[in-house]
């Protein structure tokens, strides 16, 4: 009987002390589990706004092709954003504001582009008068403090307009050249403003180059990479356009991109098209 007893009296503390263990144990996966909320509630980013409050907002509907006015509002609305609450801005990735990020950071593809389906002058007045703001969105996208590990808050989106900004320097280029093969009637004015543009093509190509470069660590890996895919193929269509001091200058800094950048996939593709453009 006292065996019995004393077996019972065990088993009951054995018991006790289980059931104390699994509340301590839940206790400390509840507050595991907090932290963990806590933290991402930092580290990810609002995604707060959709479609519709864009909308409401002035935003054109993406669902729609966007004239040339249409982006012009839209950037100019991201600009009164940013001034509010900057983490407000459309999201590439974002569940509900990545159809309005991808409307406008995907202008290089807007169907006013189609040769097929306009005239050169009015995909030449299109993209003269898209083509500025994109330059205005980078800015306003880098205005946002950088994460904790110093990496920019919107590197995603960043990558991606100026991408969008390659692919649209890439058409203004072709656009330009046909204009001027196209017109022959042209005052020197205007042939000179034509050429200057075709000039200034150096220096968008020379401040991709240098993001690359200089200030790829700002940047998420996979966004530089998406970036430098963007630039080398865009470059390798711009380069006829380039003059021959600047495509001199781009194939060194090329060579040594090829043979000191930190990336693998950048030293790849840099001497891939060094290779390919060597005199």
């Not at 019995?4 to 699994?22: E, I, Q, V």
């Not at 932290?35 to 864009?54: A, H, N, V």
């Not at 034509?194 to 700002?218: C, H, I, P, W």
């Amino acid at each position: 009987m006292a065996y019995a007893l004393a077996c019972t009296f065990l088993l009951k503390h054995k018991l006790r002390r289980m059931l104390l263990n699994n509340i301590y144990m839940h206790k400390i996966l509840l507050f595991f589990l907090c932290f963990l909320f806590f933290i991402g509630g930092f580290s990810q980013k609002k995604d707060s706004l959709t479609t519709q409050d864009y909308i409401k907002m002035g935003f054109p509907n993406p669902e729609r092709d966007w004239t040339a006015q249409d982006y012009t509002k839209a950037f100019n609305l991201l600009s009164e954003i940013a001034t509010k609450d900057i983490y407000l801005l459309p999201l590439k990735k974002g569940k509900n504001s990545g159809e309005v990020f991808n409307k406008f950071a995907q202008v290089a593809n807007s169907p006013f582009l189609a040769e097929k389906k306009y005239d050169l002058q009015t995909r030449f007045s299109f993209v003269t008068n898209v083509a500025p703001y994109m330059g205005q969105v980078v800015m306003i996208y880098l205005k946002a403090d950088p994460s904790k590990d110093e990496k920019l808050y919107f590197s995603n989106e960043l990558a991606a307009v100026m991408g969008s900004m390659l692919m649209l320097l890439e058409k203004q280029l072709v656009f330009v050249e046909q204009f001027l093969e196209t017109h022959k009637d042209l005052n020197e004015t205007q042939l000179e403003g034509l050429k200057k543009f075709k000039n200034g093509a150096n220096t968008s190509v020379s401040g991709m180059l240098q993001t690359l470069r200089d200030e790829y660590m700002y940047y998420e890996k996979e966004d530089i990479l998406l970036l430098g895919e963007h630039f080398f193929a865009t470059y390798k269509n711009i380069y006829p356009f380039l003059n021959e001091n600047a495509q001199i200058e781009y194939n060194l800094a090329f060579q040594k991109l090829a043979e000191t950048h930190e990336y693998e996939d950048i030293r790849k593709m840099a001497k891939e098209v060094y290779m390919a453009e060597k005199p």
